[in-house]
Each structure stands twice: as structure tokens, then as C-alpha cells.
């Protein structure tokens, strides 16, 4: 699975703060190293999350709700999943009504990693 770096994502962050407003800047750079990290624990030698799309659900689950960032964890969170979505070819149509209510419900926790595994297979183009 491709991925970003630290230093990427920090980029990220603040390309999306520029453009949509808030503060930049870090709360907790362990935190979300921590969310960066999650999707690729193994237990036993094995991965814990089995493919591409649940490892996209861990991670944009846990850099949302982790509030690594002073601002912007939302729209960093899913600007992540889309990311990461379109660099390992799982290609997903939305509108941006959705991506905003997905938002909004993982950080209410109204979706856990598996609402949002569920939310990606759902709206894979066919």
C-alpha cells in the first residue's frame, strides 16, 4: 500500500488549512504518528487490517478522531482517505454532501473503522 510521511502529511495539513481557513500546527505530533502508524500494526506476524481499504479506514478514523492537529483534523482525515483511495487505485465516487457527512459522523463516533471500510466499498465505482 503506498503511503504518506509525516512530513507529507504536514504539508497536507497545511495546504488544506491555507486554503479552507483555521490554524496550523501540530497539538500532538505523537498522536499522530501514532493514527500515521495504526494501520499497519501485526499481531503474530500478521497484519492486523487485512487490505488496502481497511488500513485507509484505520488511519483516516484515527488521524480524526486522535485531534493530532490544532485545526483541520476532519478535512485532513478525509483528505487522506480520498488520497490514499486514488494513489492505490480504489477508485470511489462521492459528492462532497457525503464526504462532509462522513466527516461529521466519524468524529460524532456515529462511524467506527468498519462504517468506514463499509462507506469506501459502497461507493467504489464499478
Not at 6 to 29: A, C, F, N, P, Y
Not at 104 to 118: T, V, Y
Request: net charge positive; proline share 1%.
Amino acid at each position: 500500500m503506498l503511503v504518506f510521511s509525516m512530513e507529507e502529511v504536514l504539508t497536507l495539513h497545511k495546504k488544506i488549512v491555507r486554503k479552507t481557513g483555521g490554524s496550523h500546527g501540530v497539538r500532538d505530533k505523537a498522536l499522530l504518528r501514532s493514527a500515521l502508524e495504526n494501520p499497519f500494526q501485526t499481531f503474530a506476524g500478521m497484519d492486523l487490517y487485512r487490505d488496502d481499504i481497511e488500513k485507509i479506514a484505520v488511519l483516516s478514523y484515527s488521524v480524526i478522531n486522535n485531534h493530532c492537529m490544532l485545526d483541520g483534523n476532519k478535512r485532513l482525515g478525509i483528505s487522506l482517505l480520498c488520497l490514499l483511495c486514488q494513489l492505490n487505485n480504489i477508485n470511489i465516487s462521492y459528492t462532497q454532501k457525503e464526504l462532509i457527512k462522513l466527516g461529521l459522523s466519524i468524529a460524532k463516533d456515529e462511524f467506527n473503522k468498519d462504517d468506514i471500510e463499509k462507506w469506501i466499498r459502497d461507493h467504489m465505482s464499478k
